[in-house]
């Protein structure tokens, strides 16, 4: 049988008959958390994920989102270390589960797999330096602009506005900002049709 892979996500077919697992998670439920051992690779069916750190006070900061087809919690499976973050679901979410070591055995005797994975990787350290980059910048509406069009890009939709499906809250904690300045700076690019606000609802 062939088998075809694309830049985020393994063949399921492959998957199973390898011994992974198809998984259900109600909406915020722990799927790993941080310090916890790599023992399983893991990759979104149906549903989203979402990874984030969080601090003795309570403060969260969110490392991504993940969705349909996404691979998640991978670098920590190659270097041996355990989670640096912890991973939710933001709804009910099926997952595909797989050992460590068959994970490790597939990308051994698929190059092409390994080589797209590697390309995976890749891309996801780059998003790490881009999302670094914009925190840096202390502008409030620059780093919601910056998350808005990350947002828009991977979503692959086209049209003009998008409904962006993430609260205030999530905007804030993957920004880095505080939940009352997300509301007050979305309310001002409503004000000057940089975003749209429609029955409390955010339009991209």
């Known amino acids: 049988m062939e088998y075809y892979f694309d830049i985020m996500n393994i063949d399921l077919d492959l998957l199973f008959s390898w011994g ?7 909406k915020n439920e722990l799927i790993f958390d941080e ?3 790599a023992h399983f690779y893991f990759q979104i069916i149906e549903g ?5 750190n969080s601090n003795d006070d309570g403060k969260e900061f969110t490392e991504d989102f993940y969705h349909n087809g996404d691979s998640f919690g991978d670098y920590s499976l190659l270097i041996d270390k355990s989670y640096s973050s912890k991973a939710t679901t933001l709804k009910d979410t099926t997952i595909v589960k797989l050992s460590k070591i068959k994970f490790l055995k597939i ?5 092409l797999l390994r080589n797209q994975f590697m390309i995976s990787l890749a891309q996801k350290i780059y998003s790490k330096s881009e999302t670094s980059k914009v925190i840096i910048n202390q502008k409030p509406e620059f780093r919601i602009v910056a998350f808005l069009n990350t947002f828009k890009r991977k979503s692959e939709v086209c049209a003009d506005r998008i409904l962006v499906p993430y609260t205030r809250q999530e905007i804030a904690n993957f920004t880095g900002l505080r939940v009352e300045t997300v509301i ?3 309310s001002r690019m409503n004000d000057s049709n940089k975003v749209k606000i429609i029955n409390h609802k955010l339009y991209y």
């Open 107 to 111: 990308i051994e005797d698929y190059p």
């Open 48 to 52: 989203s994920v979402r990874m984030y």
């Open 184 to 186: 007050r700076v979305c």
């Open 20 to 26: 992974a697992i198809a998984k259900k998670y109600k």
């Open 35 to 37: 310090e916890e051992t």
